[in-house]
């Protein structure tokens, strides 16, 4: 199975980016490009929500709260899955994991790429804070 790192994480103030990277290893039976993968938040007290996923053809989904202010990319040669987010606002403040589930998985995943049972393998998180 494979292991998923998040990097990039930290303070901004409003208005202002970052961005958000997650670092795929440990392939067995299949290759990155060969995963659907999504970034997920979760800020305290609330539930983790999607925010924003890829699938094997680059096929991309946004929630309605990110959407026109954030950015999924996936570069298969490196097995990164990043995260640019722009305009960024106190709301976004949460902590951000990476999410993948297999070619097996895809056909369904892309379904409802957003919902968070889709996918098995996550990553361990990292923090965001915006705030002036």
């Known amino acids: 199975q494979i292991q998923l790192v998040e990097s990039g994480g930290g303070s901004v103030q409003p208005g202002g980016s970052l961005t958000l990277s997650c670092t795929a290893s440990g392939f067995n039976l299949y290759s990155y490009s060969e995963y659907c993968m999504a970034w997920f938040r979760q800020a305290p007290g609330k539930e983790r929500e999607g925010v924003a996923s890829?699938?094997?053809?680059?096929?991309?989904a946004y929630s309605d709260s990110v959407k026109g202010r954030f950015t999924v990319s996936k570069d298969n040669t490196k097995a990164t899955l990043d995260l640019q987010m722009n305009s960024l606002e106190p709301e976004d403040s949460a902590m951000y994991y990476c999410?993948?589930?297999?070619?097996?998985?895809?056909?369904?995943?892309?379904?409802?790429?957003?919902?968070?049972?889709?996918?098995?393998?996550w990553g361990p998180g990292t923090q965001v804070t915006v705030s002036s």
């Open positions: 890829i699938d094997v053809l680059g096929t991309t």
């Open positions: 999410a993948a589930a297999s070619i097996l998985r895809c056909a369904q995943v892309q379904f409802s790429p957003l919902e968070e049972t889709q996918y098995p393998t």
